[in-house]
């Protein structure tokens, strides 16, 4: 196994050397001659009718080009899923920050001046704003009855298990919207020429996204429009689809003015108008035996999607599928629903829907272990999954996986017991109570059910004139490490340097589709077809008669050249074909979800100082079984910059909404963790491999945050003694529920129906 | 409301970057962090914020660390900034530089300039730091990526070595 050369090791990243020296060019950095800048006018009421639009005194508007969805060529839409969202508000906003007007100047600092100058008049709409005012239907603002989407998962015969049960146990579990936080704010720099078409420039994560929504805004054929990476600062899924919106805007600006133009948001743009994590409500009723089996339960998830579909659907279904968690359900029967309100359109964030359905299902065990009197960790013990068990879609478990194996090294790594011992004892005379609890969990990799399928994502792998090999994907660095484990495995593959090996800049007009850089895909699926493109390379050149069985790299780069001379061109492409033992049913939601599933247990020690009831994360465990570690430090980044967010989410990020606009959207009153924040966080590996990743690996970019949150909030509980149901849960939440508790005097722990 | 920044007129200023001298004409107002980018096209200084909490703009002027969207051009006339363009010597980077390739320290990138300056004024401050001295040194920096781990493990390494290395 460990024969590898390149595999395994921490090679260093790729483009790091551009990074540390400043010389990478990211969107704002880069000026092309005659450049415009843009800007954006946007709606300032939720949900109303446009009356009026005039252009104020003391701004030149001869100088500013001005666009409306007027000047639209295509359809009006950010094309998706449903294509439901327009690029340009037509007589109706649905949400604040919703784009109405583009505006256009060669002077950037003249910008904000004229978007204040405009004026739109509205006819006000009633609006909604949480998940229960859109189940009310007080007012339908989406479809027939405010509903995006919905799911039914069912597995056994539920209702015949709440008779036998021993425990009846309910729960209802919140978590807030989420701002991912890049650092690098979204641009997009577009130019438009009239014979060769569109191009556009920017930070992103899914240039054939971006590609195909141009396509149909400008009704352009798909080669006459080029889509260009650039080095991006960020992504987190909050680059998935908004990406779209502001290239969209750009080319807008670019094609009315016959100039190219920048669109750059500064940071309370970015944060008051592009996509955030779904704020989410979980609902458990769970039939336990005595013995602590869980026997069924009912789980009703929903999310709330903001104005509009965009990925809401797909974002349901994950959270919806991990909602049962890493453990064995005899019946179950999850109800989903993605629901409308006037905020802006939630999207992606790193574990997409997952981090929430966890959340509710990670809280919900301990309750479910206080009620039942066994510890956290035994309740989970007696219900993990199992090798030949079935999850909740029916998938059957085929990977050697022992869960309960690895609690108990999460356990012994964290001195688990020995604490939760000692600080129950040592809280009774301090006001800094300490807690300790755990989460144990999984996350899918790839696209869910058909999903890859359908993407039919093609990669290529090319032989340089000078030797060297290039990989030819759309699969973007953002900072998570495509780049260089991509070129590793192809080096591992060719049996040559890892220097031997280049990647494309992700361009539309240069490399074929290999699909959205989402969903933990990139080094299992994508990884997996470039190594097969690499194998392909190699087989052409030893057909060619310029390749032994045996060589040696400087053998490999002289044949590579004397390919290229003599034919002009060496490429080999790969497409994805779904292995046969990944069958999924759509309309039923059962089958095989996903191809390899990546599993954890976390533990979190925590302090509740109760003079000013901040909580500090003292210790954190992170033990992981993600396949085979390609590069360990890239990996091991991934994993603490992941449980960082998480620590965020749990118990700083908090987004405060007034009438579907968020207040809060700079740095100094959004507040995520600094380096003084955090304490260290250990991070372990188990690799037990995977038949369908590139050299046994499986997704690991998610995974990390789904869970930390619960893992937190678990141990405020053992510290406190005082049950939390939604986070984010910051110092007045806390004083408010203990003040609480101390007036309930009779207070106990154990909830419950006792049947 | 601020005064737009080119509400007067311009002037020359003139102070060092990274060794060399340079004059500029700029709006007394407007930000360093443009007048470095825009006028000078040292585009390795980032802006994260526009509000001096993220330090993607850090900058070090005459040693001290600042946030160079919050110093008006006019506060730079006779100083000596350097910027993290300033650090490496031709293909030779610096000690940091390469800790921080070495130990994962960069990600996605963004905060990495201004991380590394930080970085740097610290260890003028505190030669070989410890832990908590590189957490609290840090703290005025953000980065989404990394949790902060393996910038705090190349920032440890380069005081263990020495800035030389």
Sequence with gaps: ?755 | MIEPPQSHTKCEISFQVNGKLVAVRAYPMERLLDVLREELGLTGTKEGCGEGECGSCSVLMDGVLVNSCLVPALQAKGVNITTVEGLAEDERLHALQQAFLDCGGAQCGICTPGMILAALHLLGKKPQPTMEDIREGLSGNLCRCTGYAQIIEAVAEVGRRGIAG
């Design chain 1, 1 to 755: 196994m460990n024969t590898n050369r390149i595999v395994g090791k921490s090679m260093p990243r790729l483009e790091g050397r551009g990074k540390v020296t400043g010389q990478a060019l990211y969107v704002d950095d880069i000026v092309l001659p005659g450049m415009l800048f843009g800007a954006t006018v946007r709606s300032r009421i939720p949900r109303g009718r446009i009356t009026k639009i005039t252009f104020g005194p003391g701004v030149d508007w001869n100088e500013f080009v001005i666009v409306s969805a007027k000047d639209i060529p295509g359809k009006n839409c950010i094309a998706l899923i449903d294509d439901d969202e327009p690029c340009l508000a037509d007589g109706k906003v649905n949400h604040p920050e919703e784009p109405i007007l583009l505006l256009a100047h060669p002077d950037r600092r003249l910008l904000p001046q004229a978007v204040e100058a405009v004026s739109v008049e509205y006819e006000p709409l009633p609006a909604i704003f949480s998940i229960e005012e859109s189940e009310q239907h007080s007012q339908i603002i989406w479809g027939a009855d405010n509903v995006f989407k919905s799911y039914l998962i069912e597995k056994g015969d539920l209702d015949a298990v709440w008779e036998r049960a021993d425990y009846v146990v309910e729960g209802e579990y919140a978590t807030g919207a989420q701002e991912q936080l890049y650092i690098e704010n979204n641009g997009m720099i577009a130019a438009f020429d009239p014979q060769q078409g569109l191009t556009v420039w920017g930070s992103m994560q899914c240039p054939y996204y971006v590609h195909k929504s141009l396509v149909k805004l400008f009704n352009l054929p798909a080669e006459r429009v080029r889509v260009v990476q650039t080095e991006t600062g960020g992504a987190f899924g909050g680059k998935e689809d908004y990406p779209s919106m502001i290239a969209g805007h750009a080319a807008l600006l670019a094609m009315k003015s016959g100039r190219p133009v920048k669109i750059v948001y500064d940071r309370m743009e970015d944060m008051a108008a592009t996509t955030k994590r779904h704020p989410s409500r979980t609902r458990h009723r769970t039939a336990v035996s005595k013995e602590g089996k869980i026997l069924g339960g009912e789980i009703e998830f929903a999310i709330d999607g903001g104005a509009y579909e965009t990925l809401s659907p797909v974002v349901l279904s994950r959270g919806a599928i991990h909602a049962g968690g890493a453990y064995s359900w005899p019946s179950i029967r999850i109800r989903a629903k993605a629901v409308a309100t006037n905020t802006p359109p939630q999207g992606a964030f790193r574990g997409f829907g997952a981090p929430q359905s966890l959340f509710a299902l990670e809280r919900h065990m301990d309750r479910i272990a206080q009620v039942i009197q066994l510890s956290p960790a035994e309740i989970r013990r007696r219900n993990f999954i199992k090798p030949g068990e079935t999850t909740t879609t029916g998938q059957t478990v085929t990977e050697a996986i022992d869960l309960g194996k690895l609690l108990d090294r999460a356990m012994e790594i964290s001195d688990y017991s020995a604490k939760k011992e000692r600080f129950a004892k040592e809280n009774r005379n301090s006001t800094r109570k300490k807690g300790i609890g755990l989460a144990s969990f999984l996350h899918g990799a790839g696209f869910t059910g058909s999903g890859e399928r359908f993407l039919s994502s093609v990669v290529g792998v090319e032989g340089c004139a000078e030797g060297s090999v290039r990989i030819l994907v759309s699969s973007t660095e953002f900072g998570q490490g495509t780049n260089t484990v991509l070129c590793q495995i192809v080096a591992e593959a060719l049996k040559v340097r890892y220097e031997d090996v280049s990647i494309a800049r992700p361009d539309t007009q240069e490399v074929p589709n290999s699909g959205p850089t989402v969903a933990s895909r990139t080094v299992m699926v994508v990884g997996k077809l470039v190594q097969s493109a690499a194998l392909g390379i190699q087989q052409t050149l030893e057909a060619s008669g310029l390749l032994g069985a045996i060589y040696s790299p400087e053998e490999f780069r002289a044949a590579v050249r004397a390919y290229v001379a003599k034919n002009g061109k060496l490429q080999a492409l790969a497409r994805y074909e779904q292995p046969e033992d990944i069958v999924w049913d759509e309309q039923k939601y059962r089958g095989s979800a996903y191809a390899a599933f990546a599993w954890a247990v976390y533990v979190a020690e925590v302090a509740v100082d109760l003079t000013s009831y901040s909580v500090s994360v003292d210790d954190f465990v992170a033990l992981q079984e993600v396949g085979r570690v390609l590069n360990p430090v890239l990996a091991k980044g991934q994993i603490i910059g992941g449980i960082a967010q998480g620590i965020g989410f749990a118990l700083y990020e908090k987004v405060i909404w007034q009438e579907g606009r968020m207040q809060n959207g700079q740095m100094t009153n959004y507040i995520i963790p600094t380096s003084a924040d955090l304490a260290p966080i250990r991070v372990y590996f188990e690799e037990l491999g995977n038949v369908h990743g590139a050299f046994g690996a499986k997704g690991i970019g998610e995974l990390p945050m789904d869970g930390p949150a619960p893992a937190i909030i678990n141990a405020v509980e053992d510290a406190l003694g005082v049950p939390f149901r939604s986070i984010p849960l910051l110092p007045e939440d806390i004083f408010d529920a203990v003040a609480n508790e101390r007036e309930r005097e009779r207070f106990s722990p154990v909830a419950g129906d006792r049947r």
